[in-house]
């Protein structure tokens, strides 16, 4: 059982950068897959980036994203970021975190969902 909570999220002009927290409960955060996804209004959810377990070695963005956001994960605070630079209004979304155990949770489903942050990009 994985518990997330998402954190970080506010407004922010054109441009700029904002680095987003998911918390995770539990003992074997280490080997989770985790992941972020976003919703924008009226949109459906969307994948945005991943991270392997352990080491976090190996990562996966959205091609949207890529260069411009960075997936970290820290297995002594039991934390994932999404590092965002570069936003632009489009960016604009509630963010997710997720955890899977079976693999990247873009690909094998997620097993748990935080319960979002909203992040606002303003022009």
């Known amino acids: 059982q994985v518990q997330l909570a998402e954190s970080g999220g506010g407004l922010v002009q054109a441009g700029g950068s904002l680095r987003l927290s998911c918390a995770a409960s539990?003992?074997?955060?280490?080997?989770?897959?985790m992941g972020w996804f976003r919703q924008a209004p009226g949109k459906e959810r969307e994948f945005v980036a991943s991270?392997?377990?352990?080491?976090?070695?190996?990562?996966y963005y959205a091609d949207s994203v890529k260069g411009r956001f960075t997936i970290s994960r820290d297995n002594a605070k039991t934390t994932v970021y999404l590092q965002m630079s570069s936003l632009k209004p489009e960016h604009t979304a509630v963010y997710y975190c997720?955890?899977?155990?079976?693999?990247?949770?873009?690909?094998?489903?997620?097993?748990?969902w935080g319960q979002g942050t909203q992040v606002t990009v303003s022009s």
């Open positions: 997720a955890a899977a155990l079976r693999g990247y949770p873009d690909r094998v489903g997620s097993d748990y």
């Open positions: 539990g003992r074997t955060f280490i080997n989770y897959y």
């Open positions: 991270v392997s377990t352990w080491s976090g070695s190996n990562k």
